[in-house]
């Protein structure tokens, strides 16, 4: 009875304390507490909320104090230990007493009962994250059973893990130790310094790259490499340093502010996230850097961002900046929202909890209990609507989120979903967030689509969820891709597709080709499936081995990723036995396959098919197709050798044409040498009297006695076969005709003249033409009569005309006395040489001189054996010469040569005739003959007797 | 009407009764004899100039006197020379291929009636000059 009055009246003692500390008087609380604990210092409840008034009057140390006494009186209650832990874990010395505070809370764990311990292991583990140890913090709350949580620790407990993990990220922005240079480092970097400063950043460059190589984590090593990058332009590699830079040291605000300059002045659209993030790095380290948030303007305008544009810009006018550029990036973001862009009603700043928000949330966090916590957080809401970790601590303790909240945070879709997390991780029911991501998605928030296809998957929602999955993976910069692939994985019904070949692909991905032919194995036969093949083909080639990948292929055709797939290949290995696929390959459109076919065709020699196979490949690759370059090293070197080939064929067919040329010649040569008649005449001109028989005999038998029947064609009553008969019996009068041309031609050949052949002959071809024309009308009853009138009138006139012409270009010799006197001296020395008696020969010209149709030659040989013939006849005797001109019987004029002599022998025409032919009068003779003219024996007046001579028609006047 | 061939072979003559034989009568003669033998029952006579076929003791001079060293190249002429010497004077053709204008305008003045046909002519012409021969023999007119 006394203890229990004992008891009451302690109670009674601390009750005035208690109250004050309720109203928020700790100091005064700490105060009558204390007064109660002198009266009963044995009470560890008093110790207990004496701390608890001294830490909220801001006297950790009485705190403490007070703690450590209540766990001295009262070791089994877990509540000292843990307002000790909670008081401690906010103390900067608790980094140092960190293992002696925990080895007390240890053995306070061990010492309290299992309700209170899970009450106290929630604060062990707290304090374990406020000096970092933040793993063990996670596995005690791991080894908590949930199930055996209360509706109050079970919050806690998840708010815990909230906080654990928020201190894991902002360590990971906690530099990273600093390395440890050598002297000999240290002033190689001041060497490089100075070069810098010098003006030397190249040789400053050099010496510090050498410097970073041998000090990767040195930070002012790397700092100076980046100015110096800078200094040389080298853009790229300078934010590759100082990427590494502000990975080594997160809190390099210079680094991060250099970063994000470069990102956004240089960076394109793939490059603004980053650049924004750099940017906000080092606002945060500096905000002093106002002129960044322009920067952070520009790149929301990049980022189709207006609004964020606008909030950038407001910012920086809060912050006093006045540049220009603002002016003009506002104007650029109401560009992009269609109107005036407007900065958001509720800035994020709007958003942030006040400082006594931030203290009630605290507050609330050590409520003894979960109404109070309750109250202290609706308080802080009142503050700060938009306040998330009050809001979600609020949800753990009322299963609610206050509607100003959601309100508040209506138009951040960010800390929609935060709080949307928050209040999962309490508990929340997917329904329950569901309209908050709706509304973070409308926002565009980053992210938003993921959550929402996580929410949706949990709420079995999977068309939703796939569409949000596709959305996020079409998304600019997906943050959690990995996540969405295996999230797409639940949710899409699983595909036949062997995933040995997924894991196949992995392993290459892996850069693991063995790892991945151990998967799928690498029987490359026929009967494999397809895919198969077609993944072991691709492992062979990535491992290099193009034969077999080659093989592979080809046992895949002709599906098209096989035929497509086999053309890259072939086309860095050409191999012919592919060559049937490849055509295949090429029917279908794929031009891979044709730049393989040029290569094997060229692998052939067969240079012009390669040549169109290469071009038809290049106008139909793709740019960027790495045959493209190969495929125009062949083609140029292919053009110029048919170029060259094209000359050469040009100079062998100059040469075939040369030769056909001279071939040509020689046929023209054979068809066209010789000479004409005309020409003849005049190069032999003893060709005449051949050309003259021969005309003679073709006017004679064939114009006259045979041709001339063809004008009877056109005669009423004549019979054409009398025509014919008269041209072609006994033979034809063309053949006929040709005979004679021929004894020309073998005529002139005696003479060292070539005559050309009768089809080529200017006189006689046409003649023969048509003289075989008409045979061949003739031989026809139905020909036309009229063409046998046309081949009668030509060969009346024109062929009749020009054989007469042909007569008149008979050669002509014109004696006169001196030339006589020459030919007699001639004659007269040869006989003197001879021994023979010779008389100067008298000479008698009718005339000054007498042409002879005759050929000089002839006629002086004609000449000189009748003057010797004469001289000889004349035994010294007289000698006459006479050349003149006669009429004969038939009314010719004649041409005469006569030689007479005094000779009583008497010699007749007769005895001429007889005489052997070759020698003498027989020469004389037949020459005269030959030239159409005949011989003469006439008496001579004395002294001579008789005169031998020869007489030749006149020639036409 | 007979005309009278005076030929060395039989050409004309074969010619001509081939295809002018329905219009008029040919007869031949060899030589000078046969000429002067037939000319009495001729129209006309028609002579070939050259007789290189003919005998040598056939042939005969201007005179018609046998002279085997007379050209037989214008034997035409020397036998129309001397049937005209012998008082022949049927018109008469010659047909020779004269290159001599004067030489034809002469024989045409001295051998009277005569006309002088190059080989060229066809039968068509010489029909009509027999047509003209006996047209101004019998004093109709020819028909061209």
Redesign the interface.
């Known amino acids: 009875m006394i203890a229990l009055l004992a008891v009451l009246l302690a109670a009674a003692a601390a009750e005035p304390g208690k109250k004050l500390l309720q109203q928020g008087r700790p100091a005064e609380a700490a105060n009558a507490l204390a007064a109660a604990l002198r009266k009963d210092p044995r009470n560890a409840a008093f110790a207990n909320d004496l701390g608890i008034a001294n830490a909220r009057a801001g006297r950790p140390a009485e705190a403490e104090q007070a703690y450590r006494l209540a766990i001295q009186l009262g070791p089994r209650r877990w509540a000292p230990y843990a307002n000790l832990a909670e008081l401690l874990s906010t103390l900067p010395d608790r980094w140092d007493r960190a293992d002696e505070i925990l080895a007390l809370l240890e053995r306070g764990l061990s010492r309290t009962s299992p309700p209170g311990r899970i009450n106290l292991a929630l604060r062990v583990a707290d304090f374990e994250r406020s000096v970092g140890r933040t793993s063990q913090a996670r596995q005690r709350l791991a080894a908590l059973d949930e199930t055996k949580l209360d509706a109050a620790q079970l919050p806690r407990a998840r708010e815990l893990l909230e906080r654990i993990a928020d201190d894991e990220r902002a360590r990971g922005f906690e530099d990273w130790p600093e390395a440890a240079p050598s002297p000999d480092q240290l002033a190689a970097l001041a060497a490089a310094e100075q070069k810098l400063a010098a003006n030397d950043p190249r040789g400053a460059l050099a010496e510090v790259s050498a410097l970073c190589a041998a000090q990767p984590a040195w930070r002012a090593a790397h700092r100076l490499r980046a100015r110096c990058l800078e200094a040389t332009g080298q853009l790229d590699e300078e934010a590759r340093e100082l990427r590494i830079l502000t990975q080594l040291a997160p809190a390099d605000a210079a680094a991060w502010r250099r970063l994000g300059r470069i990102l956004t002045e240089h960076g394109g659209l793939l490059e603004a996230n980053r650049a924004d993030a750099a940017l906000r790095e080092a606002l945060a380290l500096e905000p002093s850097w106002t002129e960044l948030w322009l920067l952070r303007a520009r790149v929301a305008l990049r980022l189709g961002r207006p609004q964020d544009a606008v909030r950038h810009l407001d910012r920086y006018g809060r912050g006093g900046g006045g540049d220009a550029e603002a002016s003009r990036l506002a104007a650029a973001a109401a560009a992009q929202t269609g109107g005036d862009a407007q900065p958001p009603a509720r800035g994020s700043g709007a958003k942030e909890p006040s400082a006594n928000a931030r203290i009630l949330y605290q507050q609330a966090g050590t409520a003894d209990s979960p109404e109070s916590s309750r109250r202290l957080l609706e308080q802080a809401l009142e503050d700060s609507p938009a306040f998330v970790e009050a809001a979600a601590a609020l949800f753990s303790v009322s299963g609610a989120v206050p509607e100003r909240t959601l309100d508040a945070l209506r138009d951040d879709g960010t800390a929609l979903l935060e709080l949307a997390a928050r209040v999962r991780r309490a508990g929340g029911s997917p329904a329950l967030v569901a309209p908050w991501v709706d509304r973070a998605v409308e926002t565009a928030a980053p992210e938003a689509r993921f959550v929402r296809a996580q929410l949706r998957l949990e709420q079995g929602n999977r068309a939703g969820a796939i569409q949000d999955l596709l959305t996020y993976a079409a998304s600019p910069d997906p943050q959690h891709l990995d996540e969405a692939r295996l999230l797409r994985s639940q949710v899409l019904t699983a595909s036949h597709t062997d995933l040995a070949l997924l894991q196949a692909r992995r392993r290459l991905a892996e850069d693991r080709p063995e790892a991945a032919l151990a998967v799928i194995g690498d029987r490359c036969e026929a009967g494999v499936d397809t895919d198969r093949l077609l993944a072991i083909g691709e492992i062979r080639e990535f491992s290099g081995e193009l034969p077999q990948a080659l093989e592979c292929y080809r046992l895949a055709a002709p599906a098209p990723a096989a035929l497509r797939r086999l053309a890259r290949v072939a086309g860095r290995a050409p191999d012919a036995r592919a060559e049937p696929e490849l055509r295949a390959a090429a029917a279908q459109g794929i031009p891979e396959a044709l730049w393989a076919l040029a290569q094997i065709e060229l692998a052939r020699g067969r240079q012009e098919a390669a040549l169109e196979q290469a071009e038809r490949f290049l106008s139909a690759a793709a740019p960027d197709d790495p045959g493209v370059p190969g495929a125009r090293a062949v083609r140029d070197s292919l053009l110029r050798s048919s170029r060259e080939a094209a000359q050469a064929r040009a100079r062998k067919q100059a040469a075939l044409w040369g030769g056909g040329g001279v071939f040509l010649s020689a046929l023209a040569a054979w068809l066209w040498a010789g000479a004409t008649l005309q020409s003849a005449l005049r190069r032999a001109p003893r060709l005449f009297p051949h050309v003259a028989r021969a005309i ?1 005999e073709v ?3 064939v ?3 045979r041709a ?5 064609a ?2 009423p ?2 019979r054409r076969e ?1 025509i014919a008969r ?1 041209l072609l019996a006994p033979e034809p009068a063309s053949k006929i005709v040709a005979r004679h041309y021929e004894a020309l031609r073998t005529a002139a050949r005696s003479l060292g003249v070539r005559l050309r052949r009768i089809s080529r002959e200017p006189l006689f071809g046409p003649l023969v033409r048509d003289l075989a024309r008409a045979e061949a009308l003739l031989r026809d009853p139905s020909a036309d009569a009229r063409e046998l009138q046309a081949i ?1 009138a030509r ?3 024109d062929h ?1 005309r020009r054989l ?1 012409g042909l ?2 270009l008979g050669p002509r010799t014109k004696l006169d006395a001196r030339a006589l006197a020459g030919w007699i001296h001639a004659v007269e020395a040869e006989m003197r040489r001879g021994g023979s008696s010779w008389t100067a020969p008298s000479i008698l010209i009718q005339g000054m001189e007498v042409e002879f149709p005759v050929e000089k030659g002839a006629l002086s040989t004609i000449f000189a054996n009748l003057l010797r013939n004469a001289q000889a006849a004349a035994e010294g005797g007289e000698v006459i010469v006479r050349l003149g001109e006669e009429r ?6 004649l041409t005469v040569l006569l030689v007479g002599d005094s000779s009583t022998h008497a010699i007749s ?2 005895a001429i005739e007889q005489r052997e032919s070759g020698r003498g009068l027989a020469l004389a003779r037949d020459l005269t003959r030959e030239w ?1 003219g ?1 011989m ?1 024996v006439r008496p001579e007046e004395p002294p001579w007797t008789k005169a031998v001579g020869a007489c030749f ?2 020639p ?2 | 009407m007979t005309f009278l061939v005076c030929e060395d072979g039989s ?2 003559t074969d ?1 001509f009764t ?2 002018l034989g ?1 219009q008029f009568r040919f007869a031949r003669a060899g030589h000078f004899a046969e000429a002067l033998a037939l000319a009495p029952g001729a129209a006309a006579l028609l002579l070939d100039l ?1 007789f290189r076929r003919l005998q040598r003791e056939l042939l005969v ?3 018609g006197t046998p002279d ?4 037989a ?2 034997q035409g ?2 036998i129309l ?1 001397a049937l005209r010497s012998r008082g022949v004077r049927l018109p008469a053709i010659l ?1 020779a ?1 004269l ?5 034809a305008a ?2 045409q003045a ?1 051998l009277a009636p005569l006309r002088i046909l ?10 009509q000059l027999l047509r003209e021969v006996v047209s101004s023999a019998t004093g109709s007119v020819a028909k061209s």
């Open positions: 003679h006017r004679h038998d114009i006259k006695h001339g029947t063809l004008a009877m056109a005669e009553g004549a009398d008269a009668d060969v009346r006139g009749s007469a007569l008149r004969d019987g038939a009314g010719r004029n025409l007769e159409q005949h003469v028609p006149a036409p006047a | 050409e004309y010619r081939r295809f329905g050259d001079d201007e005179r085997v060293r007379a050209t190249e214008v002429i020397l020379r047909f291929d290159d001599d204008a004067s030489h002469r024989l001295e190059p080989s060229s002519e066809g039968l068509p012409r010489i029909a």
